[in-house]
């Protein structure tokens, strides 16, 4: 069966300061992996998404993350932050076909600080 | 991007009584949505996905009669919790994948969500 991990359930960071969240996820198969970012009382939006190819992966916002196949991680990082970025960021894994059945890591509530 | 929005926003109900929530792609059809929950502090996990025409798939451990579904058309999907509790006080979130291109573009749009609570 497929989990996601996501170790860090509150970051605090400074404003301009570089931001990693982690992911670790479990899978028999090559996973499809996600990014989302949730807004207080909001949907998800997606951040990036990695299928296959080059393992870094930029995304919106000035994000990007890179999948490493050895450590089963796909963490996420921003080289500064802005206030703007203070939200619930989940990690998500589908599979092949069924990309709505995500599988969703326990989030990580960032904080960024003044 | 493509956009799902979800209606109501926020709804209190009594309980014992029924509540719909519906979920439309505005600019592009859906032949599948999907319907999450997500509890306060927690991730979202999957309920059931939305089949339009046909019906839903729950997911283990989902109510299929609590929780009604239907996918009438290729822009709307209605979740309704039937004789809600309190313990269906939640957030529930829906996304949809414009049809024909889930293989090549992977990415789910999500809808604003739904706050529910149960007095």
């Known amino acids: 069966a497929q989990s996601v991990t996501q170790p860090d359930i509150h970051i605090t960071v400074s404003e301009g300061a570089s931001l990693e969240l982690r992911c670790n996820y479990s899978?028999?198969?090559?996973?499809?992996l996600f990014w989302y970012v949730q807004s207080p009382g909001q949907g998800l939006q997606l951040l990036l998404k990695?299928?296959?190819?080059?393992?870094l992966v930029q995304g919106i916002k000035g994000f990007e993350a890179e999948f490493k196949r050895s450590q089963s991680s796909f963490n996420l990082r921003k080289p500064s932050v802005h206030w703007s970025d203070a939200a619930e960021y989940f990690c998500a894994v589908g599979a092949l076909g069924s990309w709505g059945k995500l599988q969703f890591g326990a989030g990580t509530q960032v904080v960024v600080t003044p | 991007g493509a956009v799902v929005s979800q209606h109501p926003s926020r709804v209190i109900c009594k309980s014992g009584t029924s509540v719909k929530i519906e979920c439309r792609s505005l600019d592009f059809q859906a032949t599948t949505m999907f319907w999450y929950r997500q509890f306060p502090k927690q991730s979202l996990m999957l309920m059931a996905t939305s089949n339009e025409g046909s019906k839903a798939t729950y997911e283990q451990g989902v109510e299929k009669d609590k929780f009604l579904i239907n996918h009438a058309s290729l822009t709307l999907s209605t979740l309704t919790v039937t004789s809600a509790h309190p313990e269906d006080s939640s957030f529930y979130i829906c996304s949809a994948s414009p049809s024909g291109e889930t293989t090549n573009t992977g990415e789910l749009f999500f809808g604003e969500g739904s706050r529910l609570t149960v007095l």
């Open positions: 990695y299928f296959s190819g080059d393992t």
């Open positions: 899978y028999g198969a090559t996973p499809y």
